[in-house]
C-alpha cells in the first residue's frame, strides 16, 4: 500500500499552483457559512508521519477560517489520565457541533498503530481496535458527520533531512522527540502498518494518502479533498443512516409481562439485608479501586418507580472519591448540536470508579422515539449502536449493569397522587409526569423492544419490581454485589496490561 | 492554634446525638429545595488530616441528598497537567451553578501547606498563594457563593490507628500512601502550617475545627455548621459585595481622546513588515513553547474595528498545536449560573500555549454594565475582580496583553453600510450591531472608565486605531512580538521552578 506510493502529478506549474491554492483558500472560507447554514459537523483528520508537517498542513487551511467556528485538537501527547478510559473516549470529547470544523493533529489511526508498534497493546487487542474504529466512523457517519482523512506521506530519507533540520537550531531541536527517533529507525514497520490500518479502515470513507515532500502540493491536495467532501455533503445534504443487521449476542431479553409486582420483603428482612449488602458493597468498593475495574451501572424505569431512593442506598456506602451520579435531563443545547452518544462517552468512570447513570442514552429509544425528538431511522438505528457502544465499554474491562425499575400503571397513579397531595413531595410531580402517563402504552411498547434488541451477554438488562421499595433496593444491591463480587475474583483489565497495577503513591 | 485544640462538648448523649444527627440529615436534605428555589450556590469545603475520614463525612452528609443537585469534587491527587496552569484554576472548574452544592474533599488549604512542607513552592509563593486564597474566598463571597469550611482534627496517636488499621487489611492497605505516612511523620509542621493556614485565611468565613476523633461527633458538627450557614443566608438573602478600596498599580489608563486615528501604513510598508513580524513571532512561538511561558492575548473593541481580521494574521504564523482562538458570546445558561469569570478561568492556556480571546471578561463592565445584565454593584466590584484575575495570571507568569481595536463612529458607518450592501458580508452585520452603534456615548464613558482602572503595570491596555486595519495589524504584531522577545529574554515562571524544564520525551 504505502511501499509503492506514487504521489500523483497534479499537472500545475508553481504559479497556478500557488493561484489553485489561494482559490481553495476562499472557498473554504466561505464553506464555513455554508456549512454553518446546514448544520453539519466536520471533522478533517490529519494523520501521518512525523515531521510530514501536520501542524503546518492544519495552519494553512484554516489560515483564512473564521475562528469562531472550528477548533483543533492534538494528540500527539494524551495525558496519562486517558489510559484510564476505553480508548475512543478521547476522540469523542472534541467532537464538534453541528456547523463546526475539528481539525485533528493526528487521531485514531496513529494512537492504534502506535502502540501496536511500541507493544503497549496486543495483536489482538490491536484487531479490536481497528474494528472499533470502523464502528465509530460509521456512527459519526450514520449521525451526520463529513469525516475527511488525510495521511502526510514523506520518504524515510525526507524524513531524516528534516529530523536533521530541526536539530540544528536551538529553539526547535526540542520538537524532535524520542519517539520521532524511534519512528524513523522503524520505518518499515511503520510503514507497513499504516498502510495496513488504512485498508482496514476504509470502509466507511477514503483515506487520502497526500505527497508532503512538496509543501505546496500537500497543501493543495488537503485543499481538494476538504472542499470537495464539503460540496458533495451540501448537495446531497446531511446524511441519515438506517439500522445495519444485527449480530449482537443477544439473550432475548427479559419481558416486562414476566415481572412479578407482588414480590416484597419484610420490614426485618429489609433492614438485615441492606446493613449486610452495604457493607459487602462498601468493601467490594475498596477492591474494584484497587484493581482497577471500571463500573457502569444505569437506571431506567417509570416515573415515580422509585429510582431517586434506590440509587442513594447504592450509593452510600460507595466511597465518594469513587463515584458518580450523573443525572440525565433533556440535552443542553451544546449536546443536542453533537452526536448523542456524546455526553455520555464524555462522563464515563475512569477504570477503578463507578458512575451511576439516573436514566440513560437508552432515552433514545424511549422518549425521542415517542416524541419524535428523532427520527425513525435514528432511533432504529440506535440500539445497534447502543450494543456497539457497551460493547467498548466491555471490551475495555467496564462491568455495564442495567436496571429497568418496574411497578404498574395503579402503582404510579397512587404514587402520582401522594405527591401532589403531600406539601414537601410537591416539587417532584409535573405536567410531563401526567403526560407521560397517558403514553403508558406507548411506553410499554418501547421498552419491550428496548429489553429484547439491547439485553446482550455482556450487558444484560435486570428488570427490578418496585411496587415493595424496599424489595427493589435490596435487589439491585444483590445484583450489584453478586457481580462486582464474581469480577474482583475473576477480572482482567483487557488490551491495556499497566491499568491492572497498584497505585505507586498517591491515592485517588 | 490547633496545638492546644479542645473539642468542645455538645453535651448529648449517644442517643440523642443520633437523633440530632437524623433530624439535620432531613433539614440538609428539605434545605436542598430553599437553595435551589433561592438560587443559592454552596461550596463545602472539606480539609483535614490524612485518615480523618473526609471521604466518610462527606459520604454521610450527602447520603439524603438528591443527586442531581450537587457534586463532589475530590484534589487528594490532582492531575498533573494542573502543574501548567495558575493554582487557583482547578478550585474554579468545579463551582457549583446556582442552586447547587459542591464538596470538596480537601481544597486550597491542602495544596498550599502539603506544596510548601514539601518544599515544591518557596515560602515567598507560599505567601502569595494564601494572599490569593483570600481573594478566592473573597470573590466567591461577594458573588454569592455560600461557603463553609470545615477542618477534621485528630491526634497524631489518632492518626497512627487509623493508618494501622487501614494496613491491617490487603484491601484497604494500599489506601495509606506514602504521603500519609509522610505527614504523620511530619505532624507538628502539618499542625503548626494547619493551624497558621486557618488563621489567614479566616476573613471572609469562619473555619470550623471538628473533633474528628468521633466519627458521630465529628457528623453532628459537620451538619450544624452547614445547616447553619444556610439557614443564615436563605434569611439574608444573596449577597452582593460592594466594590473594596482600589491598590493596583494603575498605570492612569491611556485614553481614547488620545488615539490618532489617521495612523496608516502604505502597502509595501504592510507587506513588507507583515511578513517580518510573522517570521519572527513564529520563532518566538518555539520558544515560548520551549520555556513554558503561557500568553493571554485579549481582544476588545468596537464592531467592526476589524477584531477578526487582526487575530488573524497574529494566529497564522502560530503553531496550530500551541495556541487557541476563544471567541466570547453571551453567556450560556450554564455560564450565566456560575461566578463571571468561571468561563475565563476554565479556558486559559497552558504553560508554553497562548490563548486569544476575541472579546473577554470585560464584557462585565461593558455590555453587562449598559445593559443591565448585572448590577451595579456588580459591574462597579468588577474592576477590583478583574485587576485580582490578571495579577493571578502574572503572578504564575503569564504574559497578559490586552488590545481596544479603535476606530471612529463614521467609519464604523462606512463598514457596517458596506457589510449591508454585499451579500456575502450580510452575515456580519446584525440588528445588535445597529442597536449597540445608538449606545456609542454609553460605551466611550464605560470604555474610558475601563481603560482608566483596569491598566495596570501588570496587564496594560494598548490602544490600537484601526481605521487603517492594516497600520492596526502591523501594530498588535509589533507589540506582541516586542513583549515575547522580552518575556524569553528574562523569564522566569514563579513560583513553580520545574515548569522551566525542557520536556523529556514527547512534543505536546
Same mark, same amino acid.
Given at each position: 500500500m504505502l511501499h509503492d506510493f506514487k504521489p500523483s502529478d497534479d499537472g500545475l506549474d508553481k504559479a497556478r499552483r500557488k493561484a489553485e491554492i489561494n482559490r481553495l483558500r476562499e472557498k473554504l472560507a466561505a464553506q464555513q457559512q455554508s456549512v454553518m447554514a446546514a448544520k453539519l459537523p466536520v471533522i478533517v483528520l490529519v494523520e501521518g508521519w512525523d515531521c510530514a508537517g501536520k501542524g503546518h498542513l492544519i495552519n494553512e487551511l484554516i489560515s483564512e477560517m473564521d475562528p469562531r467556528f472550528y477548533r483543533v485538537a492534538v494528540y500527539k501527547r494524551v495525558p496519562e489520565n486517558e489510559e484510564r478510559y476505553p480508548f475512543l473516549r478521547k476522540f469523542f470529547e472534541p467532537l464538534p457541533e453541528n456547523g463546526k470544523f475539528l481539525f485533528m493533529d493526528t487521531g485514531w489511526m496513529e494512537d492504534c498503530v502506535y502502540k501496536y508498534l511500541r507493544r503497549e497493546i496486543t495483536a489482538e487487542e490491536y484487531e479490536r481496535r481497528v474494528d472499533a474504529c470502523n464502528i465509530f466512523e460509521r456512527q459519526l457517519r450514520d449521525n451526520g458527520y463529513i469525516v475527511v482523512k488525510l495521511f502526510l506521506h514523506i520518504s524515510r530519507e525526507e524524513q531524516l533531512s528534516r529530523i536533521a533540520e530541526l536539530r540544528e537550531n536551538i529553539d526547535t531541536e526540542w520538537r524532535v522527540t524520542g519517539d520521532d527517533l524511534w519512528q524513523h529507525k522503524e520505518y518499515k514497520a511503520f510503514r507497513r502498518a499504516y498502510g495496513e490500518f488504512m485498508e482496514k479502515t476504509s470502509v466507511c470513507g477514503e483515506w487520502h494518502v497526500l505527497d508532503a515532500g512538496n509543501r505546496k502540493k500537500r497543501l493543495l491536495a488537503g485543499f481538494q479533498a476538504i472542499t470537495q467532501a464539503i460540496d458533495s455533503a451540501l448537495q446531497n445534504g446531511r446524511y441519515v443512516g438506517r439500522a445495519g443487521k444485527s449480530d449482537f449476542p443477544l439473550l432475548g431479553g427479559p419481558s416486562?409481562? !414476566?415481572? !412479578?409486582?407482588t414480590r416484597s420483603v419484610t420490614p426485618e428482612e429489609y433492614k438485615e439485608e441492606l446493613k449486610r449488602l452495604q457493607e459487602k458493597l462498601a468493601a467490594l468498593h475498596n477492591k474494584i479501586y484497587r484493581k482497577r475495574i471500571p463500573v457502569v451501572i444505569c437506571y431506567e424505569g417509570w416515573d415515580a418507580a422509585g429510582k431517586g431512593g434506590n440509587i442513594r442506598r447504592l450509593a452510600y456506602p460507595l466511597d465518594p472519591r469513587g463515584f458518580d451520579v450523573i443525572p440525565i435531563a433533556s440535552p443542553t443545547p451544546d449536546e443536542l448540536a453533537r452526536h448523542y452518544l456524546w455526553r455520555f462517552w464524555t462522563r464515563l468512570p475512569r477504570s477503578g470508579h463507578v458512575t451511576i447513570f439516573d436514566r440513560s442514552w437508552y432515552g433514545r429509544v424511549m422518549v425521542e422515539r415517542i416524541e419524535g425528538y428523532c427520527g425513525e431511522n435514528d432511533w432504529k438505528r440506535a440500539y445497534g449502536e447502543i450494543n456497539e457502544f457497551e460493547k467498548a465499554l466491555v471490551d475495555y474491562g467496564t462491568i455495564v449493569l442495567k436496571f429497568w425499575i418496574h411497578i404498574d400503571p395503579e402503582t404510579q397513579l397512587e404514587r402520582f397522587e401522594l405527591r401532589q397531595n403531600t406539601p414537601e413531595k410537591q416539587w417532584k410531580i409535573t405536567d410531563e409526569d401526567w403526560r407521560n402517563r397517558d403514553k403508558w402504552p406507548l411506553y410499554e411498547t418501547a421498552v419491550e423492544e428496548m429489553l429484547q434488541k439491547t439485553s446482550t451477554v455482556y450487558a444484560p438488562w435486570h428488570i427490578i419490581e418496585s411496587v415493595d421499595k424496599k424489595y427493589a433496593r435490596i435487589r439491585v444491591l444483590r445484583i450489584v454485589t453478586d457481580t462486582l463480587e464474581q469480577a474482583v475474583n475473576e477480572h482482567i483489565t483487557r488490551g491495556v496490561k499497566k491499568e491492572c497495577a497498584r497505585p505507586k503513591k498517591n491515592r485517588d
Open positions: 416486562l409481562r !414476566d415481572a !412479578d409486582l
